[in-house]
Structures are given as C-alpha cells and as structure tokens.
C-alpha cells in the first residue's frame, strides 16, 4: 500500500499570513497518462471532508483561489494564503493512484 | 448532489449492521462510489469501492466481512457489516468516485 506521510503546521497560524502543508507518498503517484493523482481535503470541525484540489494542483468546483497544490512525484504542498477563520480545521491529503486508496494522517490548522 | 446515509447505531461484537446511502442530483448508475470511515478523533480511511458496473475492492481490514453494494432503480448504495470488531466504530461516509462529494455520515458504535 501507498503510505502517505503529512507534516505538522506551527499552530496557531496568524490571521491573513500563509501557511504551506506537506505530503509525502511512498511512492510516485504520477500515473501512466500523466498526471499526478493527489487530492487535498479540508474537514471543518463537525463536518464531512471537502474536496480541494485534485491531480495535484486542479482547484475544485467553488474553491478559493486561496488554495493551491504543487508537487510532483512524492512530495506535495498544499499552500493557504491569506488564511481566515474559515480555514480552521484538518487537512489530508490522498492518494488515487492505485488501489488500495490512502490517506495522510492530517495536519491540523489553528488560527490566532 | 446529495448524500444520505443512514442506518449506524450501536451493535454488539459479532453482529451485523447494514447502512444506506441515498444519491440524488446525479445519474448514479453512471457513477462508482465509495465508502469511507473515521474513528473517533483519528483520521480517514477508505473501506471499500463499487464501480458502475458492480465491481468491488475491499480495504484488507474489512475483506471478507464487508459487503458493498448498490440498487440502481433506488439510488442507493449498500454496506452490510457482518462479524463487527470494536475497532469498526466509526463515521461511515459515502462518496463519489471522485470523492467530490460526501454524505454527513452515519455513526457505528460497536459495543457490548
């Protein structure tokens, strides 16, 4: 299976500043057509996860141009800018390469 | 769209339990689907996949013991627990194949 591998945030993160998240995956998700198949997610306190991004940087239908994923290969970030109260919850990344689908263990944003 | 799952509860070990997914504003014969689970307090896993063609793949913790399934003329989506562990309690979601869309969620506490 693909372990994938997220790096922790220097919470709490000042309002209107940036903060960037890292995924490692234990293996190339760049797929023989291509592209690069890593979804980010963002689950708010009490709610079910919301697509960000997919193959790695394509912005999901209604997502803030304040988000936006970069990579390649093994290694991924997803970039917040401008950060807002809003933005407050966990964040995972996934894997949808190759099956069995797997997800990071989160990284939790605070805001200050 | 729209997701609804139904059918959580508290069961005790070795019991069985079958959850429901109801799926509007899509054709859902056309699409997979999915169901996920997150423990209390912890992250996300994937458990098993339907294809729109009724194919399957289980994550190794549940083969065997989950059964995924769907009912076209109903819009439903299906998971039959059997043999439930106390590490199954969990938020189960349903999702799209892409996974842009997700359901509330429906709690399964297995307990004695």
């Known amino acids: 299976d693909i372990v994938m591998t997220q790096g922790a945030l220097p919470n709490p993160v000042p309002s209107g500043e940036s903060a960037s998240i890292t995924c490692r995956s234990s293996?190339?998700?760049?797929?023989?057509?291509?592209?690069?198949?890593l979804n980010w997610f963002l689950q708010r306190p009490g709610q079910s996860p919301q697509l960000l991004t997919y193959w790695t940087s394509t912005r999901a239908s209604g997502v803030s141009e304040r988000f936006s994923g970069s990579g390649s290969g093994t290694y991924f970030t997803l970039k917040i800018s401008r950060v807002r109260a809003e933005d407050a919850g966990v964040y995972y990344c996934q894997q949808v390469r190759e099956y069995p689908w797997t997800f990071g263990g989160g990284t939790k944003l605070e805001l200050k | 769209v729209q997701l609804v799952e139904s059918g959580g509860g508290l069961v005790q070990p070795g019991k069985s339990l079958k959850l429901s997914c109801s799926a509007s504003?899509?054709?859902?014969?056309?699409?997979?689907m999915h169901w996920i689970r997150q423990a209390p307090g912890k992250g996300l896993d994937w458990v098993a996949y339907i294809s729109s063609s009724s194919g399957t793949v289980y994550a190794d913790a549940v083969k065997g013991r989950f059964t995924i399934s769907r009912d076209n003329a109903k819009n439903t989506l299906y998971l039959q627990l059997n043999s439930l562990k106390s590490e199954d309690t969990a938020i189960y979601y349903c999702?799209?194949?892409?996974?842009?869309?997700w359901g509330q969620g429906t709690l399964v506490t297995v307990s004695s």
């Open positions: 999702a799209t194949n892409s996974f842009a869309y």
């Open positions: 504003g899509f054709t859902f014969s056309s699409y997979g």
């Open positions: 293996k190339s998700l760049v797929y023989k057509d291509g592209k690069t198949y």
